[in-house]
């Protein structure tokens, strides 16, 4: 039964007028890709590498991390896998890292910010990186971007991450370098980080906590947080008419981009790829099959104008 249901679904997903979506996978570790790749995954949209540096004494050097790259990036065979650097912080403390105590985590430093201040520990990830690419077609995605000189840092401190392995007379390929469009200030100004990347990709549970200035987590006021927001679902908008403007691929990453009863919402908002958990691959791709490109455009123009997200949601049951 689940083979057959696998194999089914193990080509792309394509709408009913022929817009071609590319789904993949979000993954933790190497364990985690048979399950990818079992349900079709046409490659990894999301591989959150904070895992490998948890739970432990000290970061992974440079050696562990390569292979732990390789073997991900070796087993896609070919297929994009999306490698996010270390995004901790927030509600993601590392006790090696220690910042120090912070009032308000989310707003602190968190994501590219941390990794930025510690430039070290960035550049072994990225060299690490940089010599996983002559595995497969791997691609390196910066979280929590704000503004464009933190884009810019890090990828000065990527080309000194190259100069270093080179200078060592290793040879290392082009790699496509990425963001994560999460906060509010990204969206609003993709236009211009657009010019700085090679793609977007949207992180929907951070853009929403962001957006709406609710806590991701907090049971308190859970009924307010809802990533189908028309406010968020404006940022989307935003993002993605500014990353095809300059002629790059926009994904999402956030766990909207689970919810198979979005389908018609994420195909019509012009998304190039939705990375998801592995199991909603499946009914995914049944679903953007039997959707039509222009209608699910139609669609979201009417969506973008509605009050809430209770009106989106009732709007996307019929
Ligand atoms: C997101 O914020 O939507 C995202 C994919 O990243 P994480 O959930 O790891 O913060
Ligand atoms: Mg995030």
């Known amino acids: 039964e689940a083979g057959r249901r696998d194999s089914k679904y193990a080509g792309p997903a394509r709408t009913r007028d022929g817009r071609h979506i590319e789904v993949a996978a979000n993954i933790r570790n190497a364990a985690e890709v048979k399950m990818a790749l079992e349900h079709g995954a046409g490659g990894v949209g999301l591989f959150r590498t904070e ?19 390789k073997e991900v990036v070796a087993a896609f065979q070919g297929k994009p896998v999306v490698v ?10 590392l006790p090696y890292l220690n910042p120090g105590h912070e009032e308000n985590p989310f707003l602190g430093l968190r994501g590219l910010r941390l990794c930025l201040a510690r430039q070290e520990l960035f550049k072994t990830q990225l060299k690490a990186l940089l010599r996983a690419a002559s595995y497969g077609n791997l691609k390196i995605m910066f979280p929590m971007v704000t503004t464009l000189e933190e884009i810019r840092q890090a990828k000065k401190i990527m080309a000194e991450a190259r100069m270093e392995l080179e200078a060592n007379g290793l040879t290392v390929s082009h790699v496509e370098t990425g963001i994560m469009i999460e906060v509010p200030a990204a969206a609003l100004m ?21 957006t709406l200035a609710v806590d991701r987590g907090n049971e308190r006021v859970a009924g307010m947080y809802d990533a189908c927001h028309p406010a968020v679902l404006r940022l989307i908008d935003v993002t993605v008419k500014a990353a095809h403007r300059y002629g790059k691929w926009v994904g999402l990453c956030g766990e909207l981009g689970s919810e198979v009863d979005a389908a018609p ?14 199991v909603f691959i499946p009914p995914m791709k049944e679903a953007v099959n039997k959707i039509a490109y222009h209608e699910a455009r139609e669609l979201v123009r ?11 949601r009732v709007a996307l049951s019929k």
Request: hydrophobic share 40%.
């Open 51 to 69: 895992f490998l540096f948890m739970n432990r004494e000290e970061p992974p050097g440079e050696e562990e991390q390569l292979q732990a790259y």
């Open 190 to 210: 993709a236009d211009v980080l657009a010019r700085e990347v090679d793609f977007f990709s949207i992180g929907t549970n951070d853009l929403a906590q962001y």
């Open 84 to 93: 996010r650097t270390l995004d901790v912080g927030g509600d993601k403390p």
């Open 302 to 312: 009417r969506l973008l104008e509605l009050p809430g997200p209770g009106e989106v």
């Open 265 to 278: 919402l994420l195909v019509g908002l012009g998304l190039d790829e939705i990375s998801m958990s592995p």
